[in-house]
């Protein structure tokens, strides 16, 4: 895929004002992370969670761009709650580099860390990609988030 065709944004062109341009950007970075929801759902892998995350501080950085193109209560909100939810994917991707870390040390230091350590460890992974699914559907079905889609 060419650089160019990676980052066309569809009805985007050089001629659009600002404010017509941030609905277009913003529609974008949204599918974005609704194609990385959908990812995120069919495999919860370590890989499709920090894609996840990326498309998450996306949107939140093209939201500080375009900050004066939107109704202020609604910047705040959908904005406070994009940064909720790339911490609460931060703190999954956590601890799928722990687990990887704590391997590492494992044959490094060449001694048996405890299978309850592992446990625990998976334990978390299981509880907070739960809830990060929960916190998907919710951003999903969010009325204030689907009002920023262009019909």
């Given at each position: 895929?060419s ?5 066309k944004i569809?009805?985007?062109?050089i001629n659009?004002?600002?404010k017509?341009?941030s609905?277009?950007?913003l ?8 194609k990385?929801i959908?990812?995120?759902f069919?495999d919860?892998?370590?890989e ?5 995350r ?11 761009i375009?900050?004066e193109c939107?109704?202020p209560?609604?910047?705040k ?9 790339q911490d ?22 060449n001694?048996k860390?405890?299978?309850?350590f592992y446990?625990?460890?998976?334990e978390?992974r299981?509880?907070?990609?739960q ?5 998907l559907?919710n ?12 019909k």
């Amino acid at each position: 895929m060419s650089i160019e065709k990676k980052f066309k944004i569809p009805g985007l062109n050089i001629n659009s004002k600002y404010k017509t341009a941030s609905n277009f950007v913003l529609n974008e970075k949204l599918k974005q992370i609704f194609k990385e929801i959908d990812k995120f759902f069919d495999d919860d892998s370590s890989e499709n969670l920090h894609s996840l995350r990326i498309a998450f501080r996306r949107l939140r950085y093209v939201m500080e761009i375009f900050q004066e193109c939107m109704n202020p209560e609604l910047f705040k909100y959908i904005y406070k709650l994009s940064k909720k939810m790339q911490d609460l994917i931060g703190e999954g991707r956590d601890l799928d580099v722990m687990e990887i870390k704590v391997r590492q040390m494992e044959k490094e230091i060449n001694k048996k860390i405890p299978d309850y350590f592992y446990k625990r460890i998976s334990e978390d992974r299981r509880i907070v990609r739960q809830t990060i699914k929960t916190e998907l559907i919710n951003f999903i079905i969010d009325k204030d988030i689907n009002s920023l889609f262009i019909k």
